[in-house]
Nanobody, 115 residues
């Protein structure tokens, strides 16, 4: 079992920045990949960024603005979001994929970009 707890969401003006954090606990050694997904109202949940030992992947819509990073010592994954746009407004979810292809999700944190 893997537990994920997100923090760092909130309200920010367009062009602003936020950093999301996701603390992991449980069977951390089983985690193959960590990532961030987001879901806007009445839309599907989409991948924002993922990070594994081999590579980092970003959605085209956030390339150059968002950065995913992982602190193995703290068992935490971060999402630094810069140059935020209104279309980035969504609930952001932390995801862990284990070596046996099981997905775990956090409870989500709201990010609202508005003036």
């Amino acid at each position: 079992q893997v537990q994920l707890v997100e923090s760092g969401g909130g309200l920010v003006q367009p062009g602003g920045s936020l950093r999301l954090s996701c603390a992991t606990s449980g069977t951390i050694s089983s985690i193959y990949r960590l990532g961030w997904y987001r879901q806007a109202p009445e839309k599907q949940r989409d991948m924002v960024a993922t990070i594994s030992d081999r590579r980092t992947i970003y959605a085209d819509s956030v390339k150059g603005r968002f950065t995913i990073s992982r602190d193995n010592g703290q068992n935490t994954v971060y999402l630094q979001m810069n140059s935020l746009k209104p279309e980035d407004t969504a609930v952001y979810y932390c995801n862990a994929l284990t070596a046996n292809m099981r997905n775990y999700w956090g409870q989500g944190t709201q990010v609202t970009v508005s003036s």
